[in-house]
């Protein structure tokens, strides 16, 4: 199997992708909510509910992904160095994931607390995130599916120490 990633890596990698689509799912709270209170009436609970979850999960998922890229940084996957088109895309898709994502969080807590002005880019950071997951997904789809290859255990499986026994 080809090298992956540490436990730590793999844990903060699904707690990550298990909590970016609350992000999609409570985003229009933000809107209604706003509405709401510019035109003198008050929020529904709901919305009040999920405009809190929005916010601090976005928080949240900042500091998570600071502390991936982190961690990627000091113990980098063991990989080879990319050398076919579509592993050099794979690479550049996973820094565009680091760069929009910890953008997002901090465009959203700019939004929240010091500027609403940015909002408008942080929908648009919202949208061009979601075309990344999608093409994430098709990559893992393809992966599974056609190629049958052990890209997907990397995700899974936490790499091994290896010893001279595994050699």
Avoid: C
């Avoid at 982190?70 to 990989?79: A, D, G």
């Avoid at 929009?100 to 942080?122: C, D, K, L």
């Amino acid at each position: 199997m080809k090298g992956g990633y540490s436990l730590t890596q793999l844990g903060l990698h699904w707690l990550v992708a298990f909590m970016v689509p609350a992000q999609f799912l409570t985003g229009g709270s933000i809107g209604r909510t706003h509405h709401a209170i510019h035109m003198g009436m008050t929020p529904s609970y709901w919305d009040v509910v999920q405009h809190y979850l929005h916010n601090y999960t976005g928080i949240a998922i900042g500091l998570l992904m600071g502390i991936r890229l982190v961690l990627r940084v000091l113990q980098p996957p063991e990989t080879g160095a990319p050398g076919s088109w579509t592993e050099r895309v794979a690479k550049a898709l996973h820094h565009a994931f680091y760069a929009a994502i910890i953008g997002q969080a901090g465009m959203g807590f700019v939004a929240s607390y010091v500027w609403f002005g940015i909002a408008p880019y942080h929908v648009i950071g919202s949208r061009i995130i979601l075309a990344m997951v999608a093409l994430h997904l098709a990559a893992t789809a393809w992966h599974t599916l056609v190629a049958r290859d052990e890209t997907i255990d990397r995700m899974v499986f936490p790499r091994r120490k290896w010893s001279a026994e595994n050699l």
